[in-house]
């Protein structure tokens, strides 16, 4: 399988998982895990609650915080040792900048709640239940919504990680 259909392929699974099974952080991750075959079921149950930006804080996106997650599963550090000469906390470091860098470059923002604005015209308390019902009517579990920022933080993750295998 070439690159692109990698990147392809871990952008759809992401896509499918946030429209079924919803979790924008665990989403991500399991798409990168399923395709890349890294991490394991710990690691996906980890990222839980970052969803919603941060325990539905409505900050960091959680697509972006799965992304980071699977880059710090295939590149970080697995012993603890002083960051400045672990080459692996170094690598996790630059590459999850990377992605955040792109991660806000094209969302505008890495706050949930900022790409809840953009997404829906405003944002959702997503701690409250009943604006986690208006959020879901406002279409945020239809194809338009979340799934979109799931399927594109994931390949960004993900073209991250494989240019980094080479």
């Known amino acids: 399988m070439s690159y692109e259909d990698v990147v392809k392929k871990v952008g759809d ?3 499918y998982y946030e429209l079924v099974y919803h979790g924008c952080s665990q989403c991500v991750l399991k798409a990168i895990q399923d395709s890349l075959n890294v991490g394991d079921n710990l690691t ?5 609650a970052f969803a919603g930006g941060i325990a539905r804080a409505g900050e960091e996106c959680g697509a972006l915080m799965g992304g980071i997650m699977a880059i710090s599963v295939v590149y ?7 960051s400045i000469v672990s080459s692996g ?28 604005k953009k997404l829906f015209g405003r944002s959702f308390n997503l701690r409250s239940e009943e604006d986690r019902k208006k959020f879901a009517e406002a279409g945020a579990y239809g194809p338009s919504g ?10 960004l993750a993900a073209k991250i990680i494989l240019e980094n295998l080479k």
């Open 44 to 48: 996906f149950k980890a990222a839980t």
């Open 146 to 155: 979340c799934a979109q920022v799931v399927k594109k933080g994931a390949m």
């Open 76 to 82: 970080g550090r697995d012993r603890l040792e002083e």
């Open 89 to 116: 906390y170094l690598k996790a470091m630059e590459l999850s900048v990377k992605l955040y860098e792109e991660f806000k470059k094209e969302f505008g923002s890495v706050k949930c709640s900022d790409i809840q």
């Open 13 to 15: 699974l992401a896509y």
